[in-house]
């Protein structure tokens, strides 16, 4: 089920009360992902089924790094690496790079393909939290019934993001045998910083392509793998 965390592939007061306008929390959370496009920050990735969302299924474990113009996602042992020309898979278990063509936006594509899909947006607060609530119509393209941010009511930051799966999903580790449910994914965000001189490397397609001769080859460091180009 490891294909869920690989997903698109994340707003002050006394007890709980609506928001005048989610439009403009939204519209906060866009303009500081604008603004903080250097950052590095890690992820928490938890899978559960819909009737249980207190205990886990699978929990992954990521990475995000990003400069404005390029952008690198770590997840387990799944690396996505994308820059102005090219985007690249690089999966270190089965030892293949993935080679195709990058996204027009770096900077607030998958969050602005949400809201465009959703059907209704509602949003309310908790002390220093905002939840923005995304419904979406059983004729959505997405595969979502809701999604949930939770954002930080003064940095606009997403926190936590929860997506409410509206396809079902057999959760069975056995043959032959079938246990659905619909799944809900979390994904946490922690440790933010916009200090990334450190991971400036991640970033480097040099570290994973090279071109020989006008065609691209994997890198000396990944010489046992292969390379899959589906541009």
């Avoid at 995000?64 to 952008?71: C, E, R, T, Y």
């Avoid at 969050?111 to 959505?140: G, M, Q, T, W």
């Avoid at 933010?192 to 460091?221: A, P």
């Amino acid at each position: 089920m490891k294909h869920f965390f690989l997903v698109f592939l994340f707003l002050i007061g006394h007890g709980f009360c609506f928001l005048q306008n989610s439009n403009e929390v939204l519209l906060k959370v866009l303009e500081t992902n604008r603004k903080e496009n250097v950052k590095n920050y890690d992820l928490v990735y938890n899978l559960y089924r819909i009737e249980n969302l207190n205990t886990p299924v699978e929990t992954y474990y990521g990475e995000v790094v990003q400069n404005d113009k390029s952008f690198y996602h770590k997840i387990e042992n799944t690396e996505i690496i994308q820059n102005t020309d090219l985007v690249l898979s690089v999966d270190n278990d089965l030892k293949i790079v993935q080679m195709n063509t990058p996204v027009k936006k770096l900077v607030n594509h998958e969050l602005e393909l949400i809201y465009k899909e959703c059907d209704s947006v509602s949003s309310k607060v908790k002390n220093d939290r905002i939840e923005l609530i995304l419904s979406f119509s059983p004729l959505s393209q997405l595969p979502f019934s809701k999604v949930v941010f939770s954002i930080h009511s003064t940095t606009y930051r997403i926190e936590n993001t929860v997506f409410y799966y509206s396809i079902l999903q057999d959760f069975s580790t056995e043959m032959n045998v079938v246990d659905q449910s619909y799944p809900v994914l979390s994904v946490t965000a922690k440790n933010f910083t916009q200090s990334i001189e450190s991971k400036m490397h991640l970033l480097d397609q040099k570290k994973y392509i090279k071109k020989v001769n006008g065609k691209y080859v994997v890198s000396s460091e990944l010489s046992e793998y292969s390379l899959i180009d589906e541009r």
